[in-house]
């Protein structure tokens, strides 16, 4: 099995910053992209940011860019997402994925993993 453990999150005034963690641990080949979505109350799942698995290539959502920066530790099997200039409206819990493959038996497969998220609380 694949565990995603998030960690991070908290309270913080508006302007201010937070680092988000995500390490990925158990039975694991290699992780392609990875990422962080966000769901706050009442709204849709929202795509925050993706890196690919060599950490070159990076995609933002329009409301985070210049702000929130996605990067990965590829020996420890972590992605982080360094907050910044954070608005009331980041209020959610921010959730971290990773596209996996793993080892079974014949061959290797890939699929996404989820970790349980952390909330982020932004007051104004």
């Known amino acids: 099995q694949v565990q995603l453990v998030e960690s991070g999150g908290g309270l913080v005034q508006a302007g201010g910053s937070l680092r988000l963690s995500c390490v990925a641990s158990?039975?694991?080949?290699?992780?392609?992209?990875m990422g962080w979505y966000r769901q706050a109350p009442g709204k849709q799942r929202e795509s925050v940011a993706v890196?690919?698995?060599?950490?070159?290539?990076?995609n933002y959502a329009d409301s985070v860019k210049g702000r929130f920066t996605i990067s990965r530790d590829n020996a420890k099997n972590t992605v982080f997402l360094q907050m910044n200039s954070l608005k009331p409206e980041d209020t959610a819990v921010y959730h971290c994925?990773?596209?996996?493959?793993?080892?079974?038996?014949?061959?290797?497969?890939?699929?996404?993993?989820w970790g349980q998220g952390t909330q982020v609380t932004v007051s104004s």
């Open positions: 994925y990773a596209d996996v493959r793993r080892w079974d038996g014949r061959g290797t497969t890939a699929r996404p993993y």
């Open positions: 158990g039975s694991i080949f290699s992780i392609n992209d």
């Open positions: 890196i690919n698995s060599g950490g070159r290539n990076t």
